[in-house]
């Protein structure tokens, strides 16, 4: 007869007994008995749990006092035999799988400046349709310049005896009755001559190798020409570019170089 059998013929008897002074409702010992069936099985259940964990920590002993070293492989370990209840063989659910490592993510150096995203072609465009314009640099010249006005001292409009009195013209030249051209004691180098009208004074200076404000002389380029003076256009006499009241310059362009260049005052009426 199992411990079971033997409970239950046990309960039956004191139920049974006359000097409880009550009597049980009917069926009120099955309930009992079944409530102590399941109270020694969650029993069994404790203690073979209870086992298992035992094995484990006599395991990890073994493997401390066996000269057990991190980085060495784990020696096997034998499952331990799942507990049995009634008959019925327990299986422990599986342990749960460990935990993925993600990488970490690197946060940007305050000082690292984002990548540059180029510009995508405006439309109908391509980089190969682009043409480059070549631009001429008028250069920087050195030496004295044919101002809007005049040259040094000398200016448009002043009268022979003023043109005289700066000691710029050339001694011994007596004035004409019409107009007259002079050469200045400085000599030729850099105008070569002015012309004086003996109605409007000085009426002309002609360059030889002085250059205007702009860095215009004879032998620039005629691209320089046209940079420095976008309202110049050519003509039978040159082309006229307006400096101001008193005058302006006069280009004349030959093989694609300055071959002419003058100051030359509004209204002059000397020629040839």
């Not at 009597?23 to 399941?38: E, L, M, N, S, Y």
């Not at 799988?97 to 439309?123: D, F, K, L, R, Y």
């Not at 110049?232 to 030959?254: C, E, I, K, S």
Request: aromatic fraction near 6%; charged fraction near 20%.
């Amino acid at each position: 007869m199992s411990a079971d059998d033997d409970l239950d013929t046990e309960l039956r008897r004191l139920f049974g007994d006359d000097r409880l002074g009550m009597h049980p409702r009917a069926g009120a010992d099955q309930a009992i008995v079944a409530g102590a069936r399941r109270i020694r099985r969650r029993r069994k259940v404790v203690t073979a749990s209870g086992g298992a964990l035992g094995v484990a920590i006599l395991v990890a002993g073994g493997l401390v006092l066996g000269g057990y070293r991190p980085g060495q492989p784990l020696p096997p370990v034998a499952e331990p035999a799942a507990p049995v209840v009634d008959g019925t063989t327990i299986t422990p659910p599986p342990p749960a799988p460990p935990p993925v490592a993600q990488p970490p993510v690197e946060a940007p150096s305050p000082t690292q400046a984002p990548a540059h995203t180029p510009a995508p072609p405006t439309s109908g465009t391509t980089a190969t349709d682009t043409k480059v314009v070549p631009t001429f640099k008028v250069p920087v010249m050195a030496g004295p310049a044919l101002g809007p006005d005049g040259y040094k001292t000398l200016r448009l409009g002043m009268s022979y005896e003023q043109a005289k009195a700066t000691g710029a013209l050339d001694d011994g030249t007596p004035p004409a009755a019409e107009c007259q051209s002079y050469r200045l004691k400085e000599g030729a180098n850099e105008i070569s001559m002015v012309t004086i009208s003996p109605n409007k004074g000085v009426v002309l200076f002609e360059a030889a190798r002085a250059h205007s404000p702009a860095g215009i002389a004879v032998g620039s380029p005629e691209t320089a020409l046209k940079q420095a003076y976008p309202s110049w256009n050519d003509g039978p006499n040159g082309g006229f570019v307006p400096t101001g009241d008193q005058g302006g310059y006069r280009f004349a362009v030959d093989n694609g170089a300055v071959s002419y260049f003058s100051l030359e005052g509004n209204g002059q009426d000397c020629s040839g």
